[in-house]
């Protein structure tokens, strides 16, 4: 069983920051990308930020500038590190990971944590 554990997420003011943690564990043979996502109420679900195994990032245009993906490859753990938080990026965020389990699967499989709210208000 692979798993996916978030934390860091909480309340705080606009211009604070957080730093989101997500420790993959389990059955996980190789991690090909991690990522974040956010879904606030009766929103989609976007994509934040993402790193490939190649540790190339992504990242949606209303965060550039402002958080910043890192991988710990040896401890299958990504980290968002969130400065200048505005109201807008309160959300659920999810932790992403799109691995395969095994040396005979072919395609990697994604798994998603369970989430933490990330609140920003005064």
């Known amino acids: 069983q692979v798993q996916l554990v978030e934390s860091g997420g909480g309340l705080v003011q606009p211009g604070g920051s957080l730093r989101l943690s997500c420790a993959a564990s389990?059955?996980?043979?190789?991690?090909?990308?991690m990522g974040w996502y956010r879904q606030a109420p009766g929103k989609q679900r976007e994509l934040v930020a993402a790193?490939?195994?190649?540790?190339?990032?992504n990242y949606a245009d209303s965060v550039k500038g402002r958080f910043t993906i890192s991988t710990d490859n040896a401890k299958n753990t990504v980290h968002l590190q969130m400065n200048s938080l505005k109201p807008e990026d309160t959300a659920v965020y999810y932790c992403n990971a799109h691995l395969i389990t095994t040396a005979t699967m072919t395609s990697p499989i994604d798994y998603w944590g369970q989430g933490t709210q990330v609140t920003v208000s005064s």
């Open positions: 790193c490939t195994s190649g540790d190339s990032a």
């Open positions: 389990g059955s996980i043979f190789t991690i090909y990308a």
